[in-house]
C-alpha cells in the first residue's frame, strides 16, 4: 500500500487530510504535538477506513522529531510515497510587541518543520514509484500579509517559496505543491469574536468558511496532480481571486 506521512494531523486540517488519504487507499502516519489522545482517535478512524495507521508524537520543527516520524512511518509501512507538511501555529500579536522568541518559533514550526521532513523523506520519496509528492500546507496571508501576524504571514510566504525552490530541486520524480488555505473552521480559528467572523465572512464571496474537507479535497487533488508542481493552489472561498 502507498503511504503518507501528514504532519500535524492530530487535529484540524490535517486530520481531515489523513481521513481523506485512507479513504482513498494509503497507510498514514499520524503526528502530533501535544494531542496524544486526539491523535490516536485518527489513527482508529484510519484503520476503520481499512488502511494501516501509525501514530507519532514528535516536535517537526526539530530536525530529530522530524527524522523519527519519518523513519518509524518508512519502518511501519515499508516506505513513504507523499508527505504532507501541515503543521503549523499562528499568534496575533503586532509587532511592537512582538518578541524574536516568537517570531522564531513562528518560523520553526511553520517553516522548518517542512524543510525538516521534506529533508527526512527524500530518500523514501526518491524510491517511491507512486508518484511521489510533497505538499506544504500555506495561507492566505502568504499574499496578503496580516499585520496582527506578520511573523505568521512571513512563514507562510517562505513556504510558497520553499515550495518552488524544491518542484525545481527534486523534479523530475518528486512534485511539490502548496494549499494557501482561507479561513477554515477549526481551533485555530475559532477564537474569533462574532464581530470579526462577521466581518471576515463579508469578504468571502461564496457566503461561507471553509471547512477541513474543503482542504482535503486540495491536498487529494494535489496527490494526484501528476502534471502539477511548484503551485500554490489557493481555496478561500474567492476571499483573494488570483
Ligand atoms: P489546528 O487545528 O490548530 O491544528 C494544528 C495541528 O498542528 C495540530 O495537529 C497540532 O498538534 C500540530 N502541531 C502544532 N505544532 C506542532 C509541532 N511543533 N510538531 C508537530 N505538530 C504540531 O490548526 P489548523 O487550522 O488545522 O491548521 C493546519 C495548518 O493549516 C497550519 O499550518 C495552519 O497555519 C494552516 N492554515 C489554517 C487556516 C485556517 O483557517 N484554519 C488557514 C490557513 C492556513 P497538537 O494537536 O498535538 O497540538
Known amino acids: 500500500m502507498p503511504a503518507a506521512v501528514v504532519t500535524g494531523s492530530s487535529r484540524g486540517l490535517g486530520r481531515a487530510i489523513a481521513l481523506r488519504f485512507a479513504s482513498d487507499g494509503y497507510d498514514v502516519a499520524v503526528n502530533y504535538h501535544s494531542s496524544d489522545e486526539a491523535a490516536a482517535e485518527v489513527a482508529d478512524a484510519v484503520r476503520e477506513r481499512g488502511q494501516e495507521a501509525v501514530v507519532v508524537g514528535a516536535d517537526v520543527s526539530e530536525p530529530d522529531g522530524a527524522s523519527r516520524l519519518v523513519e518509524t512511518a ?29 517570531f522564531d518559533r513562528i518560523m520553526d514550526v511553520n517553516v522548518n518543520s517542512a524543510f525538516n521532513v521534506t529533508k527526512a523523506a527524500l530518500s523514501y520519496l526518491e524510491a517511491s514509484d507512486d508518484d511521489p509528492s510533497v505538499t506544504n500546507v500555506s495561507s492566505i496571508l502568504a499574499h496578503t500579509g496580516a499585520p496582527i501576524e506578520c511573523h505568521y504571514a512571513a512563514s507562510k510566504g517562505a513556504l510558497i517559496s520553499l515550495t518552488r525552490s524544491h518542484a525545481g530541486d527534486f523534479a523530475p520524480g518528486i512534485r511539490v505543491n502548496a494549499i494557501a488555505p482561507g479561513h477554515i473552521e477549526t481551533d485555530m480559528t475559532a477564537d474569533r469574536t462574532p464581530e470579526e467572523k462577521a466581518e471576515e465572512m463579508a469578504g468571502i464571496p461564496v457566503g461561507h468558511f471553509g471547512q477541513p474537507a474543503d482542504i482535503a479535497e486540495a491536498a487529494a487533488y494535489l496527490r494526484d496532480a501528476t502534471f502539477v508542481t511548484g503551485e500554490t493552489l489557493n481555496v478561500n472561498g474567492g476571499e483573494r481571486m488570483g
Open 74 to 102: 518508512a519502518d511501519e509501512f515499508g516506505g513513504v510515497d507523499h508527505v504532507v507538511n501541515n503543521a503549523g501555529i499562528d499568534q496575533h500579536v503586532y509587532t511592537e510587541s512582538l518578541s524574536p522568541a516568537d
